[in-house]
């Protein structure tokens, strides 16, 4: 079984994921941690040193590597289903999970996040709404062809692997 988990980040996939992957008893890839030990340098650093078409070409091959793997859970990076028919790559090999929310609730998440995000460095609230809401019109279209669309604002993320088991035991 391959379980692919989409959406803006902000929106829980790496711990959706890694709960998902223990209910399951499955192996937890974070595609951005992944691509950092292939490259021995950070996602920042990629984009910073080598420009984002790089690094998208860097994430299809490793996207690619991980594909030929039995199974696993794998929280994709936010743009992962927007580059080079990706999308398309992970429904034709797996279920793909698209992490729903709105922009207000992602950019509440990432205000309140640890991890550093280049995007949002001197951010103020509304500049913050602005980037989510700017990224997620992007986006949406390449998230909308997953298989499965949770909303996961009133979810903890206990309930969200369940309702993707739930989902994943009907196919």
Not at 19 to 44: G, H, T, W
Not at 63 to 68: D, G, M, R, S, V
Not at 72 to 87: D, H
Not at 115 to 143: C, G, H, S, W
């Amino acid at each position: 079984m391959k379980i692919f988990l989409t959406g803006l980040m902000g929106v829980g996939k790496t711990t959706i994921g890694k709960k998902l992957a223990a209910c399951l008893q499955l192996p937890f890839i974070d595609l951005d941690r992944y691509i950092e030990q292939q490259k021995n340098m950070s996602v920042a650093d990629l984009f910073a040193y080598f420009g984002e078409n790089y690094f998208r070409q860097a994430e299809q091959a490793c996207l690619q590597q991980i594909i030929q793997q039995e199974s696993f859970v794998l929280a994709c990076g936010g743009g992962t289903p927007c580059f080079y028919e990706n999308m398309a790559l992970m429904n034709a090999n797996g279920v793909t999970i698209f992490l729903d929310a709105s922009p207000a609730f992602i950019a509440s998440r990432v205000k309140q996040s640890k991890t550093q995000r280049p995007l949002f460095k001197n951010a103020t609230d509304m500049t913050r709404l602005t980037i989510v809401q700017t990224l997620f019109n992007k986006r949406e279209q390449f998230y909308r062809k997953a298989k499965c669309t949770l909303n996961v604002e009133k979810l903890s993320a206990e309930e969200v692997a369940q309702q993707v088991v739930a989902f994943v035991i009907k196919k």
